[in-house]
Protein backbone atom coordinates (compact mmCIF):
# COMPACT_ATOMS: atom_id res chain seq x y z
CA UNK A 1 0.00 0.00 0.00
CA UNK A 2 2.89 2.28 0.74
CA UNK A 3 4.51 1.72 -2.16
CA UNK A 4 1.40 1.99 -4.16
CA UNK A 5 0.85 5.73 -2.43
CA UNK A 6 4.32 6.95 -3.09
CA UNK A 7 4.00 5.56 -6.46
CA UNK A 8 1.17 7.84 -7.04
CA UNK A 9 2.77 10.24 -5.44
CA UNK A 10 5.73 10.66 -7.41
CA UNK A 11 3.61 10.93 -10.54
CA UNK A 12 1.34 13.70 -8.93
CA UNK A 13 4.90 15.30 -8.42
CA UNK A 14 5.86 14.67 -11.87
CA UNK A 15 2.21 15.90 -13.48
CA UNK A 16 2.96 19.08 -11.30
CA UNK A 17 6.43 19.64 -12.82
CA UNK A 18 5.24 19.38 -16.75
CA UNK A 19 2.28 21.66 -15.95
CA UNK A 20 4.68 24.02 -14.34
CA UNK A 21 7.34 23.80 -17.12
CA UNK A 22 4.74 23.87 -19.89
CA UNK A 23 3.52 27.12 -18.54
CA UNK A 24 6.71 28.42 -18.12
CA UNK A 25 6.95 27.99 -21.88
CA UNK A 26 4.26 29.00 -22.97
CA UNK A 27 4.59 32.27 -21.13
CA UNK A 28 8.53 32.78 -22.59
CA UNK A 29 7.11 32.03 -26.23
CA UNK A 30 3.68 34.17 -25.71
CA UNK A 31 6.52 37.37 -26.22
CA UNK A 32 8.11 35.71 -29.29
CA UNK A 33 4.79 34.96 -31.25
CA UNK A 34 3.18 38.75 -30.33
CA UNK A 35 6.64 39.93 -31.47
CA UNK A 36 6.44 38.07 -34.56
CA UNK A 37 3.57 38.68 -35.43
CA UNK A 38 3.53 42.96 -34.98
CA UNK A 39 6.74 42.47 -37.20
CA UNK A 40 4.39 40.74 -39.69
CA UNK A 41 1.90 43.44 -39.54
CA UNK A 42 4.13 46.53 -39.44
CA UNK A 43 5.83 44.92 -42.70
CA UNK A 44 2.67 44.60 -44.58
CA UNK A 45 1.32 47.49 -43.06
CA UNK A 46 4.21 49.29 -44.74
CA UNK A 47 4.15 47.47 -48.22
CA UNK A 48 0.24 48.62 -48.78
CA UNK A 49 1.25 52.23 -47.97
CA UNK A 50 3.77 52.57 -50.43
CA UNK A 51 1.88 50.62 -52.60
CA UNK A 52 -1.17 52.83 -53.20
CA UNK A 53 1.40 55.96 -52.58
CA UNK A 54 2.97 54.73 -55.73
CA UNK A 55 0.00 53.90 -57.83
CA UNK A 56 -1.52 57.46 -56.77
CA UNK A 57 2.10 58.52 -58.36
CA UNK A 58 1.47 56.18 -61.61
CA UNK A 59 -2.14 57.60 -62.23
CA UNK A 60 -0.85 61.42 -61.79
CA UNK A 61 1.84 60.89 -63.72
CA UNK A 62 -0.06 58.86 -66.87
CA UNK A 63 -2.92 61.60 -66.93
CA UNK A 64 -0.16 64.54 -67.21
CA UNK A 65 1.67 62.67 -69.87
CA UNK A 66 -1.63 62.04 -72.05
CA UNK A 67 -2.93 65.96 -71.04
CA UNK A 68 -6.17 64.20 -69.72
CA UNK A 69 -6.21 65.96 -66.67
CA UNK A 70 -10.28 66.92 -67.49
CA UNK A 71 -10.92 63.02 -67.94
CA UNK A 72 -9.41 61.94 -64.73
CA UNK A 73 -12.69 60.88 -63.53
CA UNK A 74 -13.76 58.66 -66.61
CA UNK A 75 -9.80 57.15 -66.22
CA UNK A 76 -10.62 56.62 -62.87
CA UNK A 77 -14.10 54.99 -62.94
CA UNK A 78 -12.36 52.65 -65.57
CA UNK A 79 -9.25 51.51 -63.73
CA UNK A 80 -10.77 51.45 -60.90
CA UNK A 81 -13.38 48.64 -62.54
CA UNK A 82 -10.68 46.69 -63.91
CA UNK A 83 -8.52 46.38 -60.54
CA UNK A 84 -11.67 45.88 -58.10
CA UNK A 85 -12.60 42.69 -60.55
CA UNK A 86 -9.25 41.76 -60.45
CA UNK A 87 -8.08 42.54 -57.28
CA UNK A 88 -10.55 42.95 -54.74
CA UNK A 89 -12.42 46.16 -53.06
CA UNK A 90 -9.29 47.86 -52.08
CA UNK A 91 -8.98 49.89 -55.26
CA UNK A 92 -12.37 51.28 -55.19
CA UNK A 93 -13.02 54.47 -57.28
CA UNK A 94 -12.86 56.42 -53.89
CA UNK A 95 -9.84 54.68 -52.90
CA UNK A 96 -8.18 55.59 -55.76
CA UNK A 97 -8.84 59.33 -55.39
CA UNK A 98 -7.28 58.98 -51.89
CA UNK A 99 -4.42 57.20 -53.73
CA UNK A 100 -3.64 59.91 -56.13
CA UNK A 101 -4.39 62.57 -53.35
CA UNK A 102 -1.90 60.87 -51.23
CA UNK A 103 0.77 60.83 -53.93
CA UNK A 104 -0.03 64.76 -54.45
CA UNK A 105 0.04 65.44 -50.43
CA UNK A 106 3.48 63.61 -50.26
CA UNK A 107 6.21 63.82 -52.71
CA UNK A 108 8.90 61.91 -51.30
CA UNK A 109 8.81 58.31 -50.89
CA UNK A 110 11.43 58.35 -47.77
CA UNK A 111 8.78 60.16 -46.24
CA UNK A 112 5.69 57.76 -47.13
CA UNK A 113 8.50 55.21 -45.58
CA UNK A 114 8.93 56.93 -42.73
CA UNK A 115 5.32 57.47 -41.64
CA UNK A 116 4.07 53.88 -43.04
CA UNK A 117 6.25 52.44 -40.13
CA UNK A 118 3.94 53.83 -37.63
CA UNK A 119 0.94 54.53 -39.53
CA UNK A 120 -2.14 53.13 -41.43
CA UNK A 121 -3.78 53.26 -44.67
CA UNK A 122 -6.40 55.00 -42.47
CA UNK A 123 -4.44 57.54 -40.93
CA UNK A 124 -3.21 58.88 -44.38
CA UNK A 125 -7.21 59.31 -45.30
CA UNK A 126 -7.58 61.57 -42.32
CA UNK A 127 -4.47 63.45 -42.86
CA UNK A 128 -4.57 64.31 -46.44
CA UNK A 129 -7.30 66.16 -46.31
CA UNK A 130 -6.67 68.86 -44.39
CA UNK A 131 -6.03 71.76 -45.95
CA UNK A 132 -3.20 73.61 -44.66
CA UNK A 133 0.03 71.76 -45.26
CA UNK A 134 2.07 72.80 -42.13
CA UNK A 135 -0.99 71.43 -40.20
CA UNK A 136 -1.35 68.05 -42.24
CA UNK A 137 2.78 67.65 -41.45
CA UNK A 138 2.00 68.59 -37.42
CA UNK A 139 -0.57 65.64 -36.94
CA UNK A 140 1.26 63.38 -38.61
CA UNK A 141 4.43 63.76 -37.05
CA UNK A 142 2.20 64.08 -33.82
CA UNK A 143 0.37 61.28 -34.79
CA UNK A 144 3.77 58.71 -35.82
CA UNK A 145 5.60 59.65 -32.32
CA UNK A 146 2.56 59.58 -30.30
CA UNK A 147 1.61 55.86 -31.82
CA UNK A 148 -2.15 57.52 -32.27
CA UNK A 149 -5.02 55.56 -33.41
CA UNK A 150 -7.01 56.63 -36.04
CA UNK A 151 -9.87 57.36 -33.72
CA UNK A 152 -7.35 59.38 -31.08
CA UNK A 153 -6.19 61.07 -34.44
CA UNK A 154 -9.99 62.14 -35.56
CA UNK A 155 -10.41 63.46 -31.92
CA UNK A 156 -7.33 65.31 -32.19
CA UNK A 157 -8.57 67.14 -35.31
CA UNK A 158 -11.76 67.55 -34.20
CA UNK A 159 -10.39 69.07 -31.12
CA UNK A 160 -8.18 71.48 -32.83
CA UNK A 161 -5.09 70.58 -31.20
CA UNK A 162 -3.05 72.20 -34.04
CA UNK A 163 -4.64 75.42 -33.69
CA UNK A 164 -4.37 75.33 -30.13
CA UNK A 165 -0.47 74.83 -30.03
CA UNK A 166 1.77 77.34 -29.79
CA UNK A 167 3.98 76.52 -33.11
CA UNK A 168 0.49 77.56 -35.46
CA UNK A 169 0.96 81.06 -34.56
CA UNK A 170 4.72 81.01 -35.77
CA UNK A 171 6.10 82.04 -38.76
CA UNK A 172 5.58 79.01 -41.78
CA UNK A 173 8.89 78.80 -41.47
CA UNK A 174 9.82 78.61 -38.04
CA UNK A 175 7.18 76.00 -37.53
CA UNK A 176 8.58 74.12 -40.24
CA UNK A 177 11.77 73.67 -39.03
CA UNK A 178 10.21 72.64 -35.98
CA UNK A 179 8.19 70.35 -37.38
CA UNK A 180 11.01 68.78 -39.43
CA UNK A 181 13.42 68.54 -36.62
CA UNK A 182 10.47 66.02 -35.06
CA UNK A 183 10.39 63.71 -38.47
CA UNK A 184 14.21 63.64 -38.31
CA UNK A 185 15.14 63.12 -34.70
CA UNK A 186 11.63 62.67 -32.91
CA UNK A 187 12.90 65.39 -30.61
CA UNK A 188 9.49 67.31 -29.26
CA UNK A 189 10.45 71.14 -29.05
CA UNK A 190 8.58 73.33 -26.05
CA UNK A 191 5.81 74.42 -28.51
CA UNK A 192 5.00 71.03 -29.05
CA UNK A 193 5.09 69.60 -25.51
CA UNK A 194 2.89 72.67 -23.96
CA UNK A 195 0.61 72.69 -26.71
CA UNK A 196 -2.41 75.58 -24.78
CA UNK A 197 -1.79 79.08 -25.46
CA UNK A 198 -4.39 79.10 -22.02
CA UNK A 199 -1.18 78.08 -20.45
CA UNK A 200 1.29 79.97 -22.28
CA UNK A 201 -0.69 83.25 -21.23
CA UNK A 202 -1.26 81.80 -17.95
CA UNK A 203 2.89 82.16 -17.12
CA UNK A 204 3.07 85.81 -18.92
CA UNK A 205 4.86 84.05 -22.26
CA UNK A 206 4.79 85.38 -25.89
CA UNK A 207 4.08 83.63 -28.87
CA UNK A 208 8.43 83.44 -28.79
CA UNK A 209 10.14 82.58 -25.74
CA UNK A 210 12.97 80.54 -25.61
CA UNK A 211 13.22 76.78 -23.13
CA UNK A 212 14.83 78.82 -20.37
CA UNK A 213 11.97 81.38 -20.30
CA UNK A 214 9.62 78.51 -19.78
CA UNK A 215 11.06 76.59 -17.39
CA UNK A 216 12.41 79.89 -15.32
CA UNK A 217 8.42 80.44 -15.96
CA UNK A 218 6.81 77.47 -14.48
CA UNK A 219 9.28 77.25 -11.59
CA UNK A 220 7.79 80.98 -10.78
CA UNK A 221 4.22 79.81 -10.79
CA UNK A 222 5.24 76.28 -8.18
CA UNK A 223 7.16 78.71 -5.81
CA UNK A 224 4.13 81.06 -5.73
CA UNK A 225 1.51 78.14 -5.51
CA UNK A 226 3.75 76.68 -3.11
CA UNK A 227 4.09 79.68 -0.70
CA UNK A 228 0.60 80.36 -0.93
CA UNK A 229 -0.29 76.55 0.42
CA UNK A 230 1.93 77.34 3.03
CA UNK A 231 0.18 80.25 4.04
CA UNK A 232 -3.28 79.13 3.51
CA UNK A 233 -2.30 75.98 5.56
CA UNK A 234 -3.93 75.82 9.29
CA UNK A 235 -0.94 74.55 10.81
CA UNK A 236 1.14 76.95 9.19
CA UNK A 237 2.21 79.84 11.64
CA UNK A 238 -0.04 83.03 11.44
CA UNK A 239 1.54 86.21 9.76
CA UNK A 240 1.44 88.19 13.16
CA UNK A 241 3.32 85.78 15.17
Given amino acids: MKSLKMKEEMASAGENEIAIASEELAGSIRPLIEQARARVAQSVNS ?93 AEMARVERWSVRTLRQKVQGMLYERTAISRKPEELARQELEALQEEDRMTPDLVFRDPYLLDFLGLADTYS ?31
Fill in 47 to 139: ELVLLYWQIGKRIREEISARKIAGQEKGVVDLLSGTLTREYGRGFSRRNLFNMIRVADTFDEERTVQTLSAQLSWSHFIEIIYLKDPLQRQFY
Fill in 211 to 241: ERDLEAAILRELERFLLELGTDSPSSPSRSA
